[in-house]
């Protein structure tokens, strides 16, 4: 079906839970850029070697490493019926551009950017938590502090872009697990008459679609915009901007 949604969310949020949970419930794929990277550093290919160190720091790599992969990802779902879940990407102002560039050339572009909200003490807690479990090799004390940081000051900063594109929905994901995937399938469920309503409407050659339609209040604490749309977007038109 035809829902398109990206995550953004600081490490150990529940992205990957939440993914799973509306990529079942919708039948469109979880692309989670965390996961296909870890699978080619298991699998030792040559990306995988390549970005083996970024990820045992908690570092972003290369921008052009994930669009890459993120534009496959998305033609594979478009020819898969149209929908997706994006978890983990975009996670910086040039990706948030990039991710919408290539989106809007292949008819993709996203219906709603889902932020999980939850504060540091808590990840960190579950980040810790989950490290005793799986092993991850970024998930020690001084790396989650590294990626937590690196969350605030580049991947935070698009959420206003969201929110000015009117596709933002933020959750507050202090909650445990079931609550909050709950909340988000709510939210998404009641805005299926909108989105199914535009896809029929983007068939028709001419007919303008409204780009502020489902701009949704934030919950209590939300952190403010800081700031403004990235250079470059001012240029598109504003129906069908994301
Ligand atoms: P995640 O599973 O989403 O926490 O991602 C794990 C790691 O994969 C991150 O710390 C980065 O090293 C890398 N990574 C995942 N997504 C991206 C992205 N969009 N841009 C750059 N690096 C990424």
């Not at 989105?195 to 919950?219: F, K, T, W």
Request: hydrophobic residues 45%; proline residues 6%.
């Amino acid at each position: 079906m035809r829902m398109r949604v990206l995550m953004i969310a600081p490490p150990g949020a529940g992205k990957g839970t939440q993914g799973a949970l509306i990529a079942t419930r919708f039948g469109i794929p979880h692309i989670a850029t965390g996961e296909l990277l870890r699978d080619h550093v298991a699998r030792r290919t040559s990306l995988g070697r390549a970005v083996q160190e970024y990820l045992d720091r908690g570092e972003l790599v290369p921008d052009q490493v994930v669009l890459d992969m993120v534009r496959e990802a998305i033609v594979a779902a478009k020819a898969a019926g149209g929908g997706y879940v994006l978890d983990g990407i975009p996670r910086n102002m040039q990706q948030a551009r990039a991710a919408y560039l290539i989106a809007r050339d292949l008819g993709m572009t996203a219906d709603v950017a889902l932020h999980l909200d939850v504060g540091d003490a808590e990840v960190t807690r579950r980040l810790l938590a989950r490290a005793a479990l799986e092993h991850r090799s970024d998930d020690t004390a001084d790396v989650i502090a590294g990626r937590l940081d690196l969350y605030h000051r580049v991947t935070a900063p698009i959420i206003c872009w969201y929110r000015e594109r009117g596709i933002l929905v933020s959750v507050n994901a202090m909650r445990p697990a079931q609550q909050i995937g709950r909340e988000i399938l709510t939210a998404l469920d009641g805005m299926r008459p909108l989105i199914d309503g535009e896809a029929a409407l983007s068939g028709m050659a001419g007919v303008p679609v409204p780009c502020q339609r489902r701009c949704l209040p934030l919950s209590a604490g939300q952190n403010r915009c800081a700031v403004a749309s990235p250079p470059g977007l001012a240029h598109l038109p504003a129906t069908g901007r994301r």
